[in-house]
């Protein structure tokens, strides 16, 4: 046994957890070692996200209702470029496009890409999006553009229903996939953990049909409370059942996995970001102090990538 794994061991038994639990972090964990050694990776200056529809959404999604397009720099009405430029004159890398959905579940991001185009030709910046349901019309002029495609992928219909309020199913992010995947856009697939009211409902059902399409990296987001939201009241997900996604996730792929920025704050940030690292993720953007010092009790190799998202290829 490595020494990397024996700390490993010794540390997932002494968590507060049951043992099923601690024997998948354990097998996780191993297989992490063989698939990227003992290197972890730390995005501590992920993009900076850009709407390019200001605060505006077709939908009232009961987890965000907007909330977190306000916080956004506003692309919306031609601001895009003068607000790229401003980031690659601080040294920026990329941009990620955001924005709010259109009824029929996309970001509308398509419908600006003459101007995206120029902007990437005169920055030089990577772009990555969100995409949201594409349909291959959307896909094909996304691929004009598009650096990196980051698709919420959800794997249980009620889920959409209820919590995002649109009239689509789970086939739509399948065939989303599909279309990005076969234009050769690079997928950077988001599974969000505890969406459904912060309890488990598709999520392993969306790594599934995140398997069949080759991505450059999994990501895994995590339900937060947001003020304001009609969820607001509703408790993250429990920690074992963001690992229990984490270990699955790490057993069904050899590519990085990585955890989202997205993800509560304070003390459960503090406990997510340990028992993720101890459950085989190999990228975590924001890290947490937690995450330092328990990537240095491991013995792992801390390598921070500085103005880069979590989602990107990294060539080092």
Known sequence: MSSDLYRARSMIDALETDPDTKASMLRAFERRLRLFDSDILFFNEPFTPVSLTGARCALSCKHCNSHYLRHML??????????????????????????????????????????????????????????????????????????????????????????????????????????LSSLGIPLAPHIIVGLHNGRLKGEFKALEIVKKFNPVTVVIVVFIPTKGTAMEGVPPPKIEDVVKVITTAREMFDVPLSLSCVRPGGRYRRELDKYAILGGIDRIAVPSRSALVTAGELGLNIIEIPKMCCSCEVIR
């Open 74 to 179: 506003d692309g919306s009405g031609g601001k895009l470029q003068a607000e790229a430029a401003k980031l690659a004159d601080k040294g920026a890398q990329g941009i990620l496009l955001s924005g709010g959905s259109a009824a029929d579940g996309s970001v509308p991001t398509y419908e600006q890409s003459g101007v995206i185009q120029k902007t990437r030709r005169d920055t030089k910046l990577k772009i990555s999006a969100h995409t949201g349901i594409v349909n291959s019309s959307q896909a094909q002029i996304l691929s004009e553009y598009l650096d990196m495609a980051l698709v919420d992928v959800l794997g249980d219909n009620e889920t959409i229903h209820d919590i995002l309020g649109i009239d689509a199913c789970v086939h739509d992010y399948e065939e989303s996939l599909r279309h």
